[in-house]
């Protein structure tokens, strides 16, 4: 498939901001692994911000992709956000080495008090949303923000832990400990939500 110069561009500093973060991340590391000269760079980008946007624009739209692929390959509320929780698993060797993308981009704008945040955030309440409507279906109407946040910071959680630890083995762990917990929700008759969170 033949890409533009830009979408390489997008491409690159994703995985490199994903990587070696945002701030240690220059132009020229960009311009290196694109092999682009920088003032057919700065052609396309001017500024590193610039660039920061469009890799947030980037993941936002990856992300609606797989929350539309989840919503067709999964028939009940309960495989989509069992696609959820395993993404954990079929992106541990990531997750081990780097983090969580989401996660580790937020927390670094945060500490970079980064006028990007905000958008960077959308990534999170696409998540959060698309969580708390499935367990809206799974009859949980009136807590599913809050099964929605827990099953997001446990997520977080996870993935510190096993970028920290150096751990594939605690996110199967882990992974296995919320299908159990999901399984509480999916099995309880009552509607009052009385699995401890």
């Given at each position: ?37 920088r003032g057919n760079f700065y ?129 199967k762990n882990e992974v296995n ?21």
């Amino acid at each position: 498939m033949n890409i533009s110069k830009r979408e390489q561009i997008i491409n690159a500093s994703d995985k490199l901001f994903y990587q070696q973060g945002f701030e240690h991340t220059s132009f020229a590391h960009i311009a290196k692994v694109v092999k682009i000269s920088r003032g057919n760079f700065y052609y396309h980008f001017k500024t590193k911000d610039e660039i920061l946007d469009a890799v947030i624009s980037y993941r936002l739209s990856k992300t609606n992709e797989m929350l539309e692929s989840w919503e067709i390959k999964g028939e009940t509320p309960e495989n989509r956000i069992r696609s959820f929780i395993n993404i954990l698993v079929m992106n541990r060797s990531k997750i081990k080495n780097y983090g969580c993308p989401v996660g580790t981009l937020c927390s670094e704008l945060v500490k970079l008090n980064h006028p990007s945040l905000k958008h960077a955030n959308e990534l999170f309440t696409l998540f959060r949303l698309w969580l708390k409507r499935q367990f809206e279906l799974l009859g949980h109407k009136k807590n599913a923000d809050n099964l929605a946040m827990h099953l997001l910071a446990r997520s977080q959680g996870i993935a510190t832990l096993s970028s920290a630890f150096h751990d594939e083995k605690f996110i199967k762990n882990e992974v296995n400990d919320l299908e159990i917990w999901l399984s509480l929700y999916v099995n309880s008759t009552s509607k009052s939500n009385k699995a401890v969170l």
